[in-house]
């Protein structure tokens, strides 16, 4: 099973967990979480702006997820991406993946986040304490 | 043709427009539209800039069809 959205509202790990379906042939879970950090190549950040080609986005996050789970034994993916503006220290994506053993599962998770940054149509644009903005590429 | 083009991020803020309806001729290629729209910054745009149409990667070679809607895409950086 998977679950790909794309959200203004604040993104709630636990809540994330709840929602997952169990099943007993998973015996590892991993989940990785992108957080806004204060500085990028030695300027304090303030916040990011996120913004998404939503169908797009989708799409191809669909393919990314079908990749992975041609490569390992997946149960369930779950990928949970922010749009809009985030404070430092915010929950900006949530990936999470289950699997019968850990180590699929955590390289499940380590391929779609890597090629989600590369290829999924989502830009951000941070703001600096002096007020300056820009772009990221 | 008509062909509508979608921006965002960088290129949108450039143009201060989010979408673009052009009448172009047959057989139009994609790289062709950077030149239209952003003059003399096309060529350093070029290097950084993908594009999808239907909302699906395609080269700068690939021809345009009418009705397709040409997305331009900068450097992405989700996460």
Redesign the interface.
């Known amino acids: 099973m998977n679950q790909i959205v794309i959200t203004k509202e604040p993104i709630c790990i636990v809540r994330l967990m709840e929602e997952l379906s169990q099943h007993d042939c998973c015996g590892a879970l991993v989940w990785f979480a992108g957080i806004v950090r204060n500085e990028n190549d030695g300027k304090p950040v303030n916040q990011i702006y996120y913004e998404c080609y939503e169908p797009m986005a989708k799409k191809e996050l669909e393919k990314i997820v079908q990749e992975a789970r041609q490569k390992w034994p997946i149960h369930q993916i779950n990928i949970t991406h922010h749009v809009g503006a985030l404070p430092v220290g915010s929950v900006s994506l949530i990936v999470i993946a289950t699997a019968p053993h850990r180590k699929e599962a955590f390289d499940a998770v380590q391929y779609v986040v890597d090629e989600l940054k590369k290829r999924v149509p989502i830009w951000k644009k941070e703001t600096y304490e002096s007020g300056q903005e820009e772009w990221l590429h | 043709m008509n062909t509508r083009i ?1 921006l ?3 290129l949108r ?1 450039r143009l201060n427009k989010s979408e673009v309806q052009l009448d172009l001729p047959q057989g139009t290629k994609v790289c062709e539209i950077l030149p239209i729209l952003f003059g003399e910054e096309a060529a350093k745009l070029t290097r ?1 800039t993908l594009f ?1 149409i239907n ?3 395609v080269t700068p070679e690939t021809e345009l069809h009418d009705g397709d809607e040409l ?1 331009l ?7």
């Open positions: 979608l965002f991020a960088g803020e950084c999808a909302q699906n990667y997305t895409i900068p450097p992405v950086a989700g996460g």
